[in-house]
């Protein structure tokens, strides 16, 4: 696996607790939207401690960029990387693997497990294919909402957004389960695209196969 060295063109918040980094892109470097690399600082105690990460860039631009849930709370490499800024380095790895998108669907994401749906969101809208595609998004607060504009200026009414931990105008307040899928999705024979914690990402799978989804249809980062 080759390594490369790329500096910290700018960080910028996207939430309270989310950053949005931009980073010079190595020359030659092509990635598939979905697709992830393995990242870490590049300081004597930091550079092989190394993480997965989705590209949220299009391969076309001329930076890579990453959104990155921080977690303060534990003393892990996303409170390190909550405290860079522009300038410093970082170390990636090559491409791989994450979450292919094979045709229009439905996406379920839960918190910063949306972040592999971002790029195949942005070049399916650069090349006029948004069409009927569906992202239901669940978090616990309106806070907590990654790229919120964006979504809903991309996907319109087909934008869904549940909270589970506050009731707020606007907002659906429930989980996402059985009830909850039959009532927002009216064909289960095209593709599912899951991403958030296991436990989630568990459970959503076993309600869309109860609803008729074939589980090959019903894709997951890998």
Wanted: hydrophobic content about 35%.
């Amino acid at each position: 696996m080759e390594d490369h060295i790329v500096k910290i063109i700018s960080v910028e918040p996207v939430t309270h607790d989310v950053i949005r980094f931009k980073v010079e892109k190595p020359e030659g470097y092509i990635f598939v939207s979905g697709q992830a690399t393995d990242m870490s600082i590049n300081t004597p105690e930091l550079k092989k401690e190394k993480r997965p990460f989705t590209f949220t860039s299009l391969n076309d631009d001329k930076h890579l960029e990453f959104v990155i849930k921080i977690y303060d709370s534990h003393n892990g490499v996303t409170k390190e990387l909550g405290k860079l800024k522009q300038g410093d380095e970082l170390i990636i790895g090559d491409v791989w693997g994450a979450i292919e998108y094979k045709g229009e669907g439905v996406f379920i994401a839960g918190g910063a497990g949306v972040t592999p749906f971002i790029a195949i969101l942005r070049q399916l809208q650069a090349e006029n294919k948004i069409a009927n595609n569906k992202l239901i998004f669940t978090n616990k607060t309106e806070k907590d909402i990654i790229l919120k504009k964006e979504f809903k200026e991309m996907l319109g009414k087909n934008f869904i957004t549940t909270l589970t931990d506050e009731k707020k105008e606007g907002y659906e307040n429930n989980r996402i389960d059985y009830t909850f899928l039959k009532e927002k999705i009216d064909n289960f024979k095209q593709h599912f695209y899951v991403c958030g914690p296991p436990e989630l990402v568990t459970a959503i799978s076993e309600a869309l196969t109860q609803l008729g989804a074939k589980t090959d249809a019903v894709i997951f980062e890998k």
